[in-house]
């Protein structure tokens, strides 16, 4: 299990430069294949005048390839380069979609609603749900060298958290810390269908990975403030969490969504489905 092949969604905003330079060093730390997405969307918001024409995003595409070339030569990383030409909704959520399925990973920057974003605001959401791949959220303030160091699992035994958790294995090889949180109601009466003894931490440990496991008790509307608090407080590089669609956490309430972490993460978070 191993990341060969990973995409950077690219922009003409700040912010992009800061996704590619974590792309570039994880494409080395993994001797990985760098595919650049530019991906925007035409609109810069409601109004039909509010446009932008075909050079100015020709213009806008021509210099973030330059800076993708820049840093990825120099880090002696193999590339490619790919375009969304259409710059509208359809065209940029659609082809970005497809594009994520021919690599292991994608890497996309969290949507700023202080400042407007030349792409869809709920792209990566569309990317999560549709691409069948995971996808690394890089927030939109901080600097990140690397990540993976320091690493919390958001851990509720789901089909979409155990794809989440293994899909981070290659991340978390060689962490310092890994932190397995176990979000779970508390249980009424004593009527519990003894379970077999299964570990997650047993699971991580024959990878390599030795992680400390802790269990959370959540009330309704706590699990995605609880998994955020204990990235803060392990001062986490990467947060793993299955992404949920609008159903919420299994057995949690159905407002802990995947939208909710995407607004309010304060780390690099990966997210599966």
């Given at each position: 299990m191993s990341l060969k092949h990973l995409l950077v969604h690219l922009d003409s905003t700040e912010r992009s430069a800061e996704r590619l330079h974590l792309a570039v060093r994880?494409?080395?730390?993994?001797?990985?294949?760098?595919?650049?997405?530019?991906?925007?969307?035409?609109?810069?918001?409601?109004?039909?005048?509010?446009?932008?024409?075909?050079q100015n995003m020709q213009k806008a595409m021509q210099e973030v390839r330059e800076q993708f070339d820049s840093e990825s030569r120099a880090a002696q990383v193999p590339t490619d380069f790919w375009q969304v030409e259409h710059g509208e909704y359809a065209e940029v959520v659609?082809?970005?979609i497809v594009c994520c399925r021919y690599v292991d990973l994608s890497i996309f920057g969290q949507f700023d609603p202080e400042h407007q974003a030349p792409f869809p605001h709920d792209l990566i959401e569309q990317v999560l749900l549709h691409s069948g791949r995971p996808v690394l959220v890089v927030p939109y303030v901080g600097s990140y060298e690397d990540i993976g160091r320091r690493v919390v699992v958001a851990w509720t035994g789901?089909?979409?958290?155990?794809?989440?958790?293994?899909?981070?294995?290659?991340?978390?090889?060689?962490a310092q810390e890994v932190h397995v949180v176990a979000l779970q109601h508390a249980t009424g009466g004593s009527n519990a269908v003894p379970a077999p003894p299964v570990d997650i931490a047993v699971h991580l440990r024959a990878h390599g990975i030795e992680a400390q496991y802790e269990r959370i008790i959540v009330d309704e509307i706590g699990a995605v403030d609880n998994v955020l608090n204990r990235?803060?407080?392990a001062a986490a590089d990467l947060t793993v969490v299955g992404g949920y669609g609008h159903y919420g956490f299994p057995f949690l309430h159905r407002h802990s969504t995947t939208r909710d972490i995407l607004r309010t993460m304060t780390t690099p978070v990966l997210l599966s489905r």
């Open positions: 994880l494409a080395r730390r993994f001797e990985a294949r760098l595919t650049g997405l530019f991906a925007e969307t035409a609109s810069l918001g409601p109004s039909v005048v509010a446009r932008r024409s075909p659609g082809w970005t789901s089909r979409e958290a155990a794809r989440a958790l293994n899909d981070a294995i290659p991340l978390m090889r060689g990235a803060s407080e």
